[in-house]
């Protein structure tokens, strides 16, 4: 497994790429900051889209039950093994961390 720092010049369009060719994915959202500790936003939930808006500064996480907005990212590294993404560690103005993991859905046979 690799991780590379993705330079703020690509933001926009690696997540709009990215968001385009995903799979249906899950994600699990963990927030680490000083103010309240580390902790799961999410289990486990249905990933929709991730977008970066270079006009606002959000970076926006979109899954089945929420949105989640990271505001003012500052640094972006990118976790990734021969299948792919396996996660996005975001540290925005304050320097919180958050990390977004990715997991694939089970898929199951058709039923007989």
């Keep these: ?3 590379r720092k993705l330079d703020s010049s ?3 369009d690696y997540f709009d790429d990215l968001s385009g060719r995903l799979p249906a994915k899950l994600v699990e959202i963990e927030v680490a900051s000083l103010a309240i500790g580390d902790q799961n936003l999410t289990d486990w939930i249905l990933l929709k889209s991730i977008s970066y808006d ?3 500064d959000v970076l926006s996480v ?3 039950p929420i949105e989640h907005l990271i505001r003012e990212p500052k640094e972006i590294y990118l976790e990734e093994g021969p299948e792919g993404i396996r996660s996005v560690a975001i540290t925005d103005k304050d ?3 958050q990390l977004v993991k ?3 859905v089970l898929k199951l046979p058709p039923r007989a």
């Design 10 to 12: 690509r933001w926009k």
């Design 54 to 56: 270079p006009k606002d």
């Design 95 to 97: 320097g919180d961390k």
């Design 102 to 104: 990715f997991k694939e």
């Design 62 to 64: 979109h899954t089945e």
């Design 1 to 3: 497994m690799a991780t």
